[in-house]
């Protein structure tokens, strides 16, 4: 009863009734939702041909936008360059503008040394009385008060380095 016919298509079956059996009846009488040929009768090769703009229209755009951002990043690498050169410069006159501000406006304090003559009499002191260094007592005390009382004005002032 179920002979098949080499003249049918793959899917298709024929019975002695001549009723025609195929994918899309079984599916259908199954419930499966099945996809309708678009008319024109195209088939297959409609729909590759189809695809095959599709695909060639997506490509198209691709290499238009690949080549947009080509341009756009030799134009951002151009920009960048540019800027670090301007920064570079930047940086370089900025260093320039504050060591001329640093040598006009600022000075280093100079005050006398303290105690620079008491200092100077110990010395020669020493220097004539070498064998006799207990003869510079009167000397070393001169030296000694006076550096306690710079130290002291130091302390007052706020300042002890």
């Not at 080499?6 to 195929?22: A, K, P």
């Not at 005050?111 to 002191?125: G, K, L």
């Not at 030296?143 to 306690?148: G, L």
Request: hydrophobic share 35%; glycine share 8%; with cysteine.
């Amino acid at each position: 009863m179920g002979q098949s016919s080499s003249s049918l298509q793959d899917d298709e079956m024929s019975l002695d009734s001549g009723v025609r059996i195929t994918q899309g009846l079984l599916e259908r009488l199954d419930g499966k939702p099945t996809q309708r040929k678009p008319p024109g009768g195209g088939g297959r090769a409609a729909t590759r041909s189809g695809e095959q703009r599709e695909s060639a229209a997506a490509a198209a755009a691709l290499v238009m936008q690949d080549r947009s951002m080509a341009r756009l990043l030799e134009r951002s690498k151009r920009v960048g360059t540019m800027l670090l050169k301007a920064d570079g410069e930047e940086v370089e006159r900025i260093d320039e503008l504050a060591g001329e501000l640093l040598a006009r406006e600022y000075a280093t304090p100079s005050r006398p040394r303290p105690c620079t003559q008491q200092a100077d009499d110990c010395v020669r002191c020493y220097a004539n009385h070498a064998a006799d260094p207990l003869a510079c007592a009167a000397a070393v005390d001169a030296y000694s008060a006076c550096a306690k009382a710079a130290w002291q004005e130091a302390l007052q002032r706020g300042v002890t380095s």
